[in-house]
């Protein structure tokens, strides 16, 4: 989604790794989003991806005491041509409504 900073994990066609990265800021609807620094520092970001599809991204966040509330966004993005990167996925569906709100306090989603 636009505006979002974004986490990324893809597993690579040519040899079945994964490649995990932030991304500071999705300005456009490009194929491939640039790697960046968020506004929360991440510590020691992993991938899984399990044999039924399934891919779990690890990523410790720093949390500031002033953190109550973080938005969440997630989509499922197909792999380019090459497999060695990620294509744009569907605007439309669930890909525009697949966000929430984690309450960090409370440990409550909306």
Known sequence: MLRSQALIAYQRNNNGSM???????????AT???EGRLKY???GM???FEKDS???????VHLTSDMVTIDQVWQEDPLNGR???LSMHATSGD??????????VTDSTS
């Open 54 to 60: 399934e891919m779990t991204i690890f990523a410790p």
């Open 19 to 29: 490649s995990v990265y932030t991304s500071s800021s999705v300005d456009s609807y």
């Open 46 to 48: 992993s991938a899984t």
């Open 32 to 34: 491939m989003q640039p």
């Open 83 to 85: 497999g060695d990167g």
């Open 95 to 104: 890909h525009i409504t697949s966000f929430g709100t984690l309450n960090l």
């Open 41 to 43: 520092r991440v510590l």
